[in-house]
């Protein structure tokens, strides 16, 4: 028996002897995917007479299917050791699919399988759920999705992790939405972020009413979202809310080792997705209007600077929950206001991450600048400060109310059962800007 795979848990599924094809010991017993279903009932068979000896009590959990798509299998070991630091025990069965694209392979199918299993409270209580991992190569990568469905647990919602970039082309990606009941991606990692914006604007367009899509990059800022709203909580500063004529967003660029040494000018590519998402949640919540082919408007994707003209309210507004879906009541437009979106570069690696908010008001001939500033050597922190023309508050030193561990943000996401509509209409926000 294979057991300890990963530090705190327990896998079981009997050491692989085939020798052709890749080894994967981290994934179990190597099978035919006929015999994935038999092999997975003998693997409980033994989980049960290892109870009945050690007098352990295991949980066995059935509330959804969770498939991560990866297209390398390093990925995929990595996917299957972040597993574990996933504090949820909603898993029933795991399926780690891995498209290999390499051209020079001829399709096929390889599939291994193993039980996961971690402590909970203590060693003598534990979680168990199935991990079953496919490798798809050549053609067979067109028919992933059907390969796939009959490895599902019946009954139970499907929950797609797509790790990496989206692709290129082809219908992949679609077919295996079209079997999920939920799509999480992560728009960090996409190469080209417009195409991949637009990607996912056309793909939420043509999802079925039952299914979902969710971004981790949306997690990431949903600590900044609620602070922002926070500033307008009290009443004497919720007047202002109507009176923002200005937005500015800052995010970081990691600098190139050259750059950190002042040897060179060059950057990370800039992926300033989440300072897009902000302004477009901004916008929404505003009920900001895109002044189409202004002069002011700015489109830089290469030094990954954006300004936008927008047509403004200026009657009184509130800010709607974070979570919440449900806008207030829109007024006539009078008034003039901008956006305005600049990379930082900086020596810590959090490409994309943001790094200042500014908000500047004016009501009554009265000045307010709101301001939310992360500094580079601190990423779980944040300084908070209101200037105004007749007064200036002490700056304010906030911990961010979660972490960006990507287990942490895919827990969140496995808590959500239906659409998040905020998200979505932002996401279609972003996409009329940057378009």
């Known amino acids: 028996m294979a057991f300890n795979f990963y530090k705190g848990e327990s896998g079981m599924g009997i050491e692989n002897s085939d020798t052709t094809g890749p080894n994967l010991p981290w994934a179990g017993k190597k099978v035919d995917t006929a015999d994935v279903e038999v092999e997975l009932s003998h693997l409980w068979r033994l989980s049960a007479d290892n109870v009945r000896i050690s007098h352990n009590i295991n949980i066995r959990t059935s509330v959804l299917n969770f498939v991560i798509c990866t297209q390398d299998i390093e990925a995929a070991r990595w996917a299957s050791a972040l597993i574990r630091d996933l504090s949820s025990t909603h898993i029933a069965r795991l399926i780690l699919l891995v498209l290999d694209t390499s051209s020079s392979k001829a399709p096929g199918v390889s599939s291994w399988v193993t ?6 409270v203590s060693d003598l209580m534990r ?21 796939m469905q009959p490895l599902f647990k019946p009954d139970l919602p499907v929950y797609l992790w797509w790790l990496q970039d989206l692709p290129g082309g082809g219908p992949v990606f679609s077919r295996l939405a079209d ?11 996409f190469a080209d972020p417009e195409q991949g914006i637009s990607t996912v604007s056309t793909l939420i367009r043509e999802l079925p009413n039952s299914g979902a899509l969710s971004d981790l990059n949306w997690g990431r800022i949903t600590p900044w979202r ?13 007047p202002y809310l109507a009176g923002i004529n200005r937005i500015e967003i800052e995010y970081a660029v990691a600098a190139s080792d050259e750059t950190a ?10 992926n300033p997705i989440r300072s897009w998402l902000m302004a477009g949640w901004l916008k929404t919540s505003l009920n900001w209007r895109l002044v189409e082919e202004s002069p002011y408007n700015l489109y830089d994707p290469i030094s990954g600077t954006y300004s936008w003209q927008v047509s403004r309210t200026t009657g009184p507004l509130s800010v709607e929950p974070v979570s ?73 030193a906030v ?13 969140d996401e496995l808590e959500i059962t239906g659409r998040d509509y905020l998200y979505e209409s932002t996401l279609h926000e972003v996409f009329e800007l940057i378009t």
């Open 226 to 238: 609620q602070l922002v709203a926070q500033f307008f909580d009290s009443p004497e500063y919720k």
């Open 399 to 411: 911990g961010l109310s979660t972490t960006h561990e990507e287990s942490e943000l895919l827990h």
């Open 261 to 270: 040494s002042g040897a060179s000018g060059q950057t990370a590519s800039p």
């Open 115 to 120: 039980l996961r299993s971690f402590p909970i």
């Open 324 to 396: 919440g879906a449900h806008r207030t009541g829109k007024l006539g437009f009078s008034g003039q206001g901008s956006i305005h979106i600049r990379p930082h570069i900086q020596t810590t690696p959090d490409n994309g991450a943001l790094r200042l908010i500014r908000l500047t008001s004016v009501v009554n001939n009265h000045q307010a600048v709101f301001t939310i500033h992360r500094k580079e050597d601190n990423a779980d922190y944040v300084i908070t400060s209101v200037e105004q023309t007749q007064a200036t508050l002490p700056q304010r």
């Open 179 to 189: 079997v999920s009941s939920r799509v999480i991606i992560d728009s960090n990692n």
């Open 127 to 147: 979680h168990h759920f199935e991990q079953v991992t496919l490798l798809l190569s050549g053609d067979a990568i067109n028919s992933a999705a059907t390969i």
